[in-house]
Nanobody
Framework: QAHLVESGGGLVQAGGSLRLSCAASGSTFSINFMAWYRQAPGKQREFVAAITNGGSTNYADSVKGRYTISLDRANNTVTLQMNSLKPEDTAVYYC??????????????WGKGTQVTVSS
């Protein structure tokens, strides 16, 4: 079983930057991919960015060129560098991962979320 802990959220002015991190810990598993989603008030949760264990990345169109996702395989930690932030980026950001556990099952986990607020 994996446990995800997010950090790095906060309040920033438009045009500023924030870095989110998410560390996966727990019993024996291997990470297939790690991702970030976000949910703004009154809206559905949406995909932001993802990275596979092999390093392939994918981004939502709304964040391409501004956000960068990276994976520290040694520490099972994913980082989301967010630059040129806009007020519409304000949301709770959730870490998500799919792992293969010791029984070779693929299991998906979510973090509890971290608040990002961008003021205009």
């Amino acid at each position: 079983q994996a446990h995800l802990v997010e950090s790095g959220g906060g309040l920033v002015q438009a045009g500023g930057s924030l870095r989110l991190s998410c560390a996966a810990s727990g019993s024996t598993f291997s990470i297939n991919f790690m991702a970030w989603y976000r949910q703004a008030p009154g809206k559905q949760r949406e995909f932001v960015a993802a990275i596979t264990n092999g390093g392939s990345t994918n981004y939502a169109d709304s964040v391409k060129g501004r956000y960068t996702i990276s994976l520290d395989r040694a520490n099972n930690t994913v980082t989301l560098q967010m630059n040129s932030l806009k007020p519409e980026d304000t949301a709770v950001y959730y870490c998500n991962t799919e792992v293969t556990d010791y029984t070779f099952r693929s299991v998906n986990y979510w973090g509890k979320g971290t608040q990002v607020t961008v003021s205009s």
